[in-house]
């Protein structure tokens, strides 16, 4: 599969736990309510070997694009799980997500984030996809008991380290037995750091650099083999 790319832009244009993805305060991309003015745009982008056309808007991550880091982590992340409960932590506008459910359409994706408006924009999206097999919650509205074949995020480092750990205590536990995480981090944002501290925090996880491209991380993280 080619790498994400943006094609054209072609217009001009509840309160979740701190702990889940990112703090609910201040008008960000991690802002549970954005206050700046949601004015939709289309962006016509190519995922998952397809050319399609989607909804983004100010107030979410990186709404004119899909950004580098996460198109290191589409192209050079394997193929996912067939089947299965699948999780796009931080899910923004839903590249991740639609492209998870796009190439496995069997499995069961869950696009997660705090942001209310990344959240509208990535039920549209993956219903303008025909991606059926999507559904974009908060993180408190994921099934508690549910644990997941593959965990694949581009997560919000900004957020700061106390957050962002709670975060990967809270979901990367959740993996299945056999599963995998991937997690892209720009290496001048901490991803070697990170990838110790999982190592050295999450008891039974291991950590591993799984690629390296245009300054980013692809970190893997796994349950460690009994």
């Known amino acids: 599969m080619s790498g994400p790319r943006v094609v054209r832009r072609t217009?001009?244009?509840?309160?979740?736990?701190?702990?889940?993805?990112?703090?609910?305060?201040?008008?960000?991309?991690f802002t549970a309510a954005p206050a700046s003015a949601d004015e939709r745009r289309n962006l016509s982008v190519e995922?998952?070997?397809?050319?399609?056309?989607?909804?983004?808007?100010?107030?979410v991550f990186s709404p004119d694009r899909v950004d580098v880091g996460t198109g290191v982590l589409l192209r050079e992340a394997p193929t996912p799980p067939q089947t299965g409960r699948l999780?796009?932590?931080?899910?923004?506008?839903?590249?991740i997500a639609l492209s998870l459910a796009l190439r496995s359409p069997q499995a069961h994706v869950y696009a997660?984030?705090?942001?209310?408006?990344?959240?509208?924009?990535?039920?549209?999206?993956?219903?303008?996809a025909g991606a059926e097999n999507v559904t974009a919650c908060r993180p408190e509205e994921v099934p508690e008991g549910e644990r997941f074949s593959a965990i694949w995020s581009n997560p919000p480092?900004?957020?700061g380290k106390a957050v962002l750990h709670e975060m990967l205590r809270t979901w990367l536990p959740r993996l299945e037995p056999g599963?995998?995480?991937?997690?892209?981090?720009?290496?001048?944002?901490?991803?070697?750091?990170?990838?110790?501290?999982?190592?050295?925090?999450?008891e039974g996880l291991r950590c591993e650099r799984y690629a390296a491209s245009r300054g980013f991380r692809l970190?893997?993280?796994?349950?460690t083999p009994a």
């Open 11 to 29: 217009t001009p244009a509840a309160r979740a736990p701190a702990a889940s993805v990112g703090p609910v305060s201040g008008d960000h991309y």
């Open 47 to 59: 995922l998952a070997g397809r050319r399609l056309t989607v909804v983004t808007a100010g107030g």
């Open 87 to 95: 999780l796009d932590l931080g899910c923004g506008w839903g590249p």
């Open 112 to 128: 997660v984030d705090v942001n209310e408006r990344a959240l509208g924009l990535a039920r549209t999206n993956a219903e303008l």
């Open 157 to 159: 480092i900004r957020v």
């Open 179 to 202: 599963g995998a995480a991937y997690l892209v981090v720009q290496k001048n944002l901490g991803a070697d750091s990170l990838q110790r501290w999982v190592v050295e925090t999450l």
């Open 219 to 223: 970190l893997t993280v796994s349950w």
